[in-house]
């Protein structure tokens, strides 16, 4: 590739970033819909090799994404607002239990007077407040209703996903072969090689990983359920969430759920259960979910996820959170190959 080339791309790439960070605000639907294709895509492919025409294996699979979508917003959120409510509730009572058992250890090991530390102030506070973060769905509907500009996003994201999902997905294979043939040919197995590259990375993390929390959240919660957390929900599906990072969806979720069954139960030795549902799920997760979601796939390392999620909401809003881990994946590609091409360089070489 002549330098002139080279500066042409890096014009081009500039152009590109620049009307990204432009249109940003109206792009999010289409980000979204992008997300959903690609991870529908694989399915779709999976009922054409079974003999079943294009168009119907996307109805199948586009009626599949709705119905999950539809299931999360109509049976788990409110199961979750309805758990996190009663969570608030409990809270100020939870401070004084176990500022029962603190207070007098800091008074006498360290000389600490707990009247210093604001304990009481922020109990009243959530006592105070709490009538207001009840409901929490429909303060957040009437929030948003009270602005016809924020009201009328998110309308354009509610309606405008869907379609472009659809759409995306009848036509995935051919945008695909459309852009491959649109490369120049003396770059294009280079560029091929990246893309099938960032493909295995991202995939390895979207279709895999997540899949893997969410089967973790669902078991810590069944698990927790089990053992009569009355918070299981929430509790199990905020440690699968977070899990993406190792053990930290453990370490929190026994945590959480350590406090949760001592202030409910007041009994210690339930703590014990608590350990048992995570120990079975972390050997559900070795044996079982790792290697049947992800495999010996090599998926994003756990701090690019978390500085890849936080750099694109800074930069790009809502928008740049999407778009996050799709160019994390890409750059990690890159990366990994500049590394290659740099040690195989005449700079790393030692020619003493």
Known sequence: MTTNTQWLWLAIATVIFFLL??????????I????????GDPLVDKLEARKISRTLSVVIVFITIIIIILAIFLLVIPLFEAQLTRLLAKLPSAIDWIMTIIKPQLQNTFGIDTNTLGIDQIKNTLTEHFVQTSGLIKNLVKTLSHSSMILFNWLTIIILTPVI????LRDWDILVAYIQDLLPRDIEPQISKLAKESDEVLGAFLRGQLSVMFALGTIYSI????????FALLIGMLAG?????????LIIGIIVAG???IVQTYDIV???????????????????LTPLFVGERIGLHPVTVIFAVLAGGQLFGFFGVLLALPVAAILAVLMRHLHNKYKESSIYADET
């Not at 979204?32 to 991870?39: D, E, F, H, K, T």
């Not at 969430?241 to 969806?249: A, H, N, Q, T």
């Not at 259960?273 to 079975?280: C, N, P, S, W």
């Open 165 to 168: 999902t659809f759409y995306l």
């Open 259 to 261: 406090t949760a069954v």
């Open 241 to 249: 969430i977070v899990s993406f990072v190792p053990y930290l969806g």
């Open 270 to 288: 339930n703590l014990l259960y608590v350990f048992l549902v995570f120990a079975i799920a972390q050997a559900i997760e070795a044996v079982v």
């Open 21 to 30: 960070y432009l249109l940003s605000p109206i792009l999010t639907p289409f």
């Open 223 to 230: 698990g927790l359920g089990i053992i009569g957390i009355e």
């Open 32 to 39: 979204l819909g992008a997300l959903l294709a690609y991870l």
